[in-house]
């Protein structure tokens, strides 16, 4: 990110073929050959430099943060009516909720 690109991988699947394969029959003085090449797919992955876009991740940071804060305060409310509720009990009620 410094350098002002991200890399993103892409990857798809490619059909490969093997190497030759050649199957001969003999039928009385008659000889046929066949030729054949295998087949499989690899994946092959490319990695691709895309310029970052300074606004939007400044955007992104932003929201991540606001919803840090929102998460964070969240929390704090629910600890305060667990809080809240628990200081009320007795303390064998509150043993037995232990």
């Known amino acids: ?5 991200r890399s993103h991988r892409q990857c798809n699947r490619v059909k490969v073929y093997g190497d030759k394969i050649t199957t001969c029959t003999t039928i009385g003085n008659t000889t046929q050959c066949r030729e054949s090449r295998p087949e499989r797919f ?4 490319v990695d691709v430099l895309l ?3 300074v606004r939007q991740e ?3 940071r932003d929201a991540w ?3 840090i804060k929102a998460l964070q305060a969240r929390g704090r409310q629910v600890y305060g009516e667990c809080f809240a509720s628990v200081v009320k009990l007795s303390v ?7």
């Open 1 to 5: 990110m410094r350098k002002g690109v």
């Open 42 to 45: 690899e994946k092959q992955c």
């Open 51 to 53: 310029p970052i876009d």
């Open 58 to 60: 400044k955007e992104n």
């Open 65 to 67: 943060a606001a919803e």
């Open 92 to 98: 064998e009620d509150a043993y037995k909720l232990y």
